[in-house]
């Protein structure tokens, strides 16, 4: 009986633990209070992002509008994490060397590649580009993401 009533109050401090862990890490107001290998990501940062509009030389149709909110840059710059945001239109994309991991959070997006294959991505879709992609971007409805962008 003993045995059993130590096992439970283990269990319990571990579930504890883990709850609290668990609070710690979902709330916006997440400070760290050490440097960690382990971010969590916020779908809503608590901070303005940086906006902005499409390059003249890649805009192909509408008018979109970017919100970028940086979350993390790793590896002198060559790993940025963060959400991104664009209302409708169609923009060139062009990605060079750089590989890029997208998981779509909101809305509806076509990417078509230059020898003409589309592909539709909506909420809780995922997708890389990767080194020398070139093809349209196109925003059909407002689209907010998680990318991971490697240079």
């Not at 504890?16 to 440097?35: A, D, G, K, L, Y």
């Not at 290998?37 to 890649?58: A, Q, V």
């Not at 060079?96 to 809780?124: K, M, P, Q």
């Not at 971007?137 to 689209?143: F, G």
Request: aromatic share 10%; proline share 5%.
């Amino acid at each position: 009986m003993m045995q059993h009533a130590m096992l439970q109050v283990s269990k319990n401090r571990n579930q504890n633990r883990q709850r609290t862990r668990h609070i710690e890490h979902t709330t916006s107001n997440f400070v760290r209070s050490r440097m960690s290998l382990l971010l969590p990501i916020s779908t809503s940062p608590g901070f303005s992002p940086r906006e902005s509009i499409s390059d003249p030389e890649r805009l192909i149709s509408g008018t979109p509008a970017f919100k970028t909110w940086p979350l993390d840059t790793s590896r002198e710059g060559n790993v940025r994490t963060g959400i991104w945001e664009a209302t409708p239109g169609t923009t060139k994309s062009i990605k060079g060397e750089a590989f890029e991991f997208c998981h779509i959070l909101e809305g509806l997006v076509r990417i078509t590649e230059n020898d003409g294959e589309s592909y539709l991505f909506r909420a809780g879709d995922s997708f890389v580009m990767k080194p020398g992609f070139v093809g349209s971007w196109e925003t059909i409805e407002t689209v907010k993401k998680i990318y991971v962008f490697v240079e």
